[in-house]
């Protein structure tokens, strides 16, 4: 897909983030577009930011691990576009938690969101893209799509979900020669609100770690701005990329992860002890 103009574009967590500058960018290039989000206030601020654009513009709440409702959004989209040549499964949350200290209910509620929430609106939109002969799937994995960290086991499940789940997508995809494509993303620390949104329970008390303290470490790491992640996310939807890492944290630690494939655990480890002890 090398031209965004007259194409439809739907977009999972568009209410801030990178899925608004997504819709800032795309709508520029003249790409009409189908926003959702659970926060019905971030949406109708990306709609207020996109007023003067030249494009068709569609909002829906949605709770992306609902399936009958993704499914209704894929219908309703096609319904006020007429087709839909793009999905960005990009809607997100975070977990900071041990292993023995996250309960099956935080489990289910990250699980939900971050991986279901790709295979619902891939599997729910993937037919109606074919049908354009000109489409992609952009699905948001992240730097722990590649690595995992202590306290983050729950949401690096999820992310490496997403990124097996789009590497065989996309093998699958070119096989069939449909004219469909798919992207994985990895970002690393990208400038949105997912640190404050995030759950975060006691249980990194047992690892020397400080709750209260843990969104504003990570907080300091996000560095990258939204637009600029956009920016990529879509050049590589154009140059029809496998992969995409995001940032220079995110291209050094894959770097480290190929050089010491399991080594990397204790570095991670013992860099993470030595920050809560500066903190």
Not at 79 to 88: D, E, R, T
Not at 192 to 201: C, D, E
């Amino acid at each position: 897909m090398k031209n965004f103009k007259n194409k439809v574009a739907a977009i999972t967590g568009a209410g801030s983030g990178i899925g608004q500058q997504l819709a800032l960018l795309l709508a520029k290039a003249g790409c009409h577009v189908s926003l959702s989000d659970v926060n019905e206030q971030g949406l109708a601020k990306t709609v207020e930011l996109l007023q003067g654009s030249n494009v068709r513009v569609t909002t829906k709440r949605l709770d992306v691990s609902d399936c009958l409702a993704m499914q209704a959004w894929a219908e309703e989209t096609v319904q006020n576009h007429g087709s839909v040549n793009m999905i960005f499964n990009n809607a997100g949350v975070a977990l900071g938690s041990t292993v023995e200290g996250a309960s099956y209910e935080e489990l289910e509620w990250i699980v939900g969101i971050n991986f279901w929430g790709v295979v619902y609106g891939t599997k729910e939109f993937l037919p109606y893209i074919k049908k354009t002969g000109d489409g992609h799937i952009i699905n948001i994995s992240s730097l722990f799509g590649l690595t995992a960290q202590p306290t983050q086991s729950a949401y690096n499940a999820t992310k490496f979900a997403v990124r097996g789940f789009t590497e065989s997508l996309r093998q699958e995809l070119d096989m069939e020669n449909s004219g469909v494509s798919a992207l994985c993303v990895h970002p690393g620390g990208i400038r949105t609100n997912i640190a404050n949104a995030a759950k975060v329970n006691d249980s990194l008390r047992s690892i020397g770690m400080n709750p209260e303290k843990s969104a504003q470490t990570f907080n300091k790491l996000l560095r990258c701005p939204p637009e600029e992640a956009a920016r990529q996310i879509l050049e590589a939807v154009q140059k029809d990329k496998r992969r995409l890492l995001i940032g220079n944290d995110a291209k050094t630690l894959d770097l480290i992860q190929r050089i010491l494939p399991t080594g990397y655990q204790k570095v991670t480890a013992f860099a993470t002890k030595l920050s809560q002890r500066k903190s």
